[in-house]
């Protein structure tokens, strides 16, 4: 059975604060990025679960970082208690987004649990810069925050849409 196209990607880049949340009509390409805590997240899950059930397709990609082998963030001369935190720190944002997909399915939602994209960007980190995602898609606000952009560029990439890197000559 061949599965038809989402109308909403729904992406998330899971945080223990304040998650991104980027809503894609696939159709339109109208874009909706926002912060959510986790209780606002949730909310916003079950009212989408709640008006599209019968009408469409929604699919909810989640960046799920705890699917890596091998999660090291530390660096060379970082003490032990700097490593420690960085652990603890990972595993709470980790807990956030398993918590998120168990939380979604549970609603009905179709859930995709997504490999973190690779960080080819010009941004910290090779994270992605607003520029840089405003080049390709359209209707972004003039102002985003990184887990925005991330939540965006997963919701982005799911809808199969394409990617340009921009190119300085």
């Not at 973190?116 to 925050?145: C, M, Q, Y």
Request: aromatic fraction near 6%; glycine fraction near 8%; proline fraction near 5%.
């Amino acid at each position: 059975m061949i599965k038809s196209r989402p109308e909403i990607v729904i992406g998330i880049d899971p945080d223990v604060s304040k998650s991104g949340l980027a809503c894609l009509d696939v159709t339109t390409k109208e874009v909706q990025v926002i912060s959510n805590s986790f209780p606002q997240l949730l909310e916003y899950l079950q009212n989408i679960a709640g008006n599209y059930t019968l009408s469409g397709r929604v699919v909810v990609v989640v960046e799920a970082s705890w699917l890596i082998s091998t999660n090291w963030h530390t660096k060379r001369g970082d003490s032990v208690r700097t490593a420690a935190r960085k652990g603890k720190d990972a595993g709470r944002c980790h807990e956030v987004g398993r918590k998120i997909v168990e939380c979604a399915r549970y609603y009905g939602l179709e859930v995709v649990e997504q490999l973190p994209l690779k960080k080819i960007w010009k941004g910290k980190d090779g994270k992605i810069t607003h520029d840089e995602l405003s080049a390709f898609v359209p209707g972004l606000p003039s102002r985003t925050n990184q887990e925005e952009r991330d939540a965006m560029l997963l919701a982005w990439n799911h809808a199969g849409f394409p990617i340009r890197i921009p190119i300085k000559r």
